[in-house]
């Protein structure tokens, strides 16, 4: 998400002209948009690694549903201005308005900070099944100690802010391949033990 800068005494200045580019307003609704879909298509995503996790699923959950909302609450504060700004011919963009741009620039920081944590929380449990019960469980070693890394880097807020993200896109992509083979495994031993 491309936001203006919000530090230092010019940060209005800079809300304010970054937020008057029609193009800005634009890429703004544009990232809400795709924000709210990908949480919402994780949590398909989520139930299918709750069945990997078997007994530790609860948790999986709840740290991939903490992780989804906030994500989904982070998408909209952060782009609320700018889609307040393009759909609303009262709501101008200007100095008096631009300190709550700012505002939900910090709420949207700290719902994604947030949602870091409730991505530590289903990782650590992934990582904690694939440590426990490999064999039964399916997550492989790689992946859970994979995830604890980025676990403990989602843990680390602002200082880690730039590369978590990043990391837990990989996982992800990681985890899904998993999945996948995991899926084809399964159907192959299905037609396998099927009578012909």
Known sequence: MRTPDTEGRDAIQDVVTFYAKDSNQGLAEAAALMLLASSLLFMFFLVALARLAGNRSHL???GGTVFAVLIMVAAIAGNMYAITA??????LVGPGTALIAILLLDVSYGALIGAMAGAAVLLFALWRVSRDSHAVSGVPGWLGWFGFVVAILSLTGPFGAWVTPLLMALWMLAAGVVLI????????AEAQAAPA
């Open 181 to 188: 083979i995991k899926a084809r495994e399964r159907e192959e």
């Open 60 to 62: 999986v959950l709840v």
């Open 86 to 91: 393009t759909h609303s011919d009262v709501f």
